[in-house]
T-cell receptor, first 109, second 112 residues
Framework: GIQVEQSPPDLILQEGANSTLRCNFS?????LQWFHQNPWGQLINLFY???GTKQNGRLSATTVATERYSLLYISSSQTTDSGVYFC???????????FGPGTSLSVIP | SQTIHQWPATLVQPVGSPLSLECTVE??????LYWYRQAAGRGLQLLFY??????ISSEVPQNLSASRPQDRQFILSSKKLLLSDSGFYLC???????????FGEGSWLTVV
């Protein structure tokens, strides 16, 4: 099956700093999503981005499908950005979705 | 609008007891449905997924089973719980011909 890796596993940022999270996957995918899990366990979909670039406020994401990686950019980080960020992929838009191990982000004041 | 409900939210069960977690989706038809488990740490492990009534795919051999008796209902069960079944269980769905996966609120299971 598809293997998904994320880096770094843990990240500590000072409030206001920028960061880049990476997701590598082992096979071609047609479905790639980024999620944020808050400290209460709630999973929030950030981007559906099988290819290209998208931006939503301070967050943006880029997927280079031919090179099998995706990047999530967080700018001007805030304490509310803390939590775990997951990359999830699938071979088809209507198929099983496999999650990476996540990046745990802590933003300190 | 579509919504997903998952219950119970929290439960504490003794080893060897049965389990039933239920998930229902409203406002859509023929969704793909998923059960994930998040054990200590942070990875989400795909347990089961279903593309239709009565169609269940198991991803990992488990002490668990899943059923889909109705189009928008997905049930996770066990006949005898193990300590290692403890964790955070999440139900999720993708609408037919859709892309984005949506999650329920999750169920915290502690086996004692």
């Amino acid at each position: 099956g598809i293997q998904v890796e994320q880096s770094p596993p843990d990240l500590i940022l000072q409030e206001g700093a920028n960061s880049t999270l990476r997701c590598n996957f082992s096979d071609s995918v047609n479905n790639l999503q980024w999620f944020h899990q808050n400290p209460w366990g709630q999973l929030i979909n950030l981007f559906y981005i099988p290819s290209g670039t998208k931006q939503n406020g301070r967050l943006s994401a880029t997927t280079v499908a031919t090179e099998r990686y995706s990047l999530l950019y967080i700018s001007s980080s805030q304490t509310t950005d803390s939590g775990v960020y997951f990359c999830a992929v699938g071979r088809a838009s209507y198929d099983k979705v496999i999650f990476g191990p996540g990046t745990s982000l802590s933003v300190i004041p | 609008s579509q919504t997903i409900h998952q219950w119970p939210a929290t439960l504490v069960q003794p080893v060897g007891s049965p389990l039933s977690l239920e998930c229902t989706v409203e406002g859509t038809s023929n969704p793909n449905l998923y059960w994930y488990r998040q054990a200590a740490g942070r990875g989400l492990q795909l347990l089961f997924y279903s593309v239709g009534i009565g169609q269940i795919s198991s991803e990992v051999p488990q002490n668990l089973s899943a059923s889909r008796p109705q189009d928008r209902q997905f049930i996770l069960s066990s006949k005898k719980l193990l300590l290692s079944d403890s964790g955070f269980y999440l139900c999720a769905w993708i609408e037919a011909a859709g892309n984005t996966i949506y999650f329920g609120e999750g169920s915290w299971l502690t086996v004692v």
